[in-house]
Nanobody, 115 residues
Framework: QVQLVESGGGLVQTGGSLRLSCAAS????????MGWYRQAPGEQRELVAT???????NYADSVKGRFTISRDNPKNMVYLQMNSLKPEDTAVYYC?????????WGQGTQVTVSS
């Protein structure tokens, strides 16, 4: 099992930037897929970005060119750099890990983008 703790959310104006961090409770070397999802009020949770252990990334079309996912395996950390934020990016952002048939979610961090 792995516990995930997100941080870095907050209130930012349109066009601003935030960097989300996800701290894992153990080594993530063996975790193939880690990612970020988000859920806005009244909406379903949706994929934002994922990154494999080999560094292969995948992004939702809505964030391509604005968001960058990265991972630091020795520090057991995953990051999401969010630039050019828009009001529609407002949501709770969740860190996610999947490995060997298991998965784990963080508790989420709120991101609010004001217009």
């Amino acid at each position: 099992q792995v516990q995930l703790v997100e941080s870095g959310g907050g209130l930012v104006q349109t066009g601003g930037s935030l960097r989300l961090s996800c701290a894992a409770s153990r080594s993530i070397f063996s975790i193939n897929d880690m990612g970020w999802y988000r859920q806005a009020p009244g909406e379903q949770r949706e994929l934002v970005a994922t990154i494999t252990s080999a560094g292969v990334t995948n992004y939702a079309d809505s964030v391509k060119g604005r968001f960058t996912i990265s991972r630091d395996n020795p520090k057991n950390m995953v990051y999401l750099q969010m630039n050019s934020l828009k009001p529609e990016d407002t949501a709770v952002y969740y860190c996610h890990a999947i490995w060997m048939g298991f998965q784990s979610w963080g508790q989420g961090t709120q991101v609010t983008v004001s217009s």
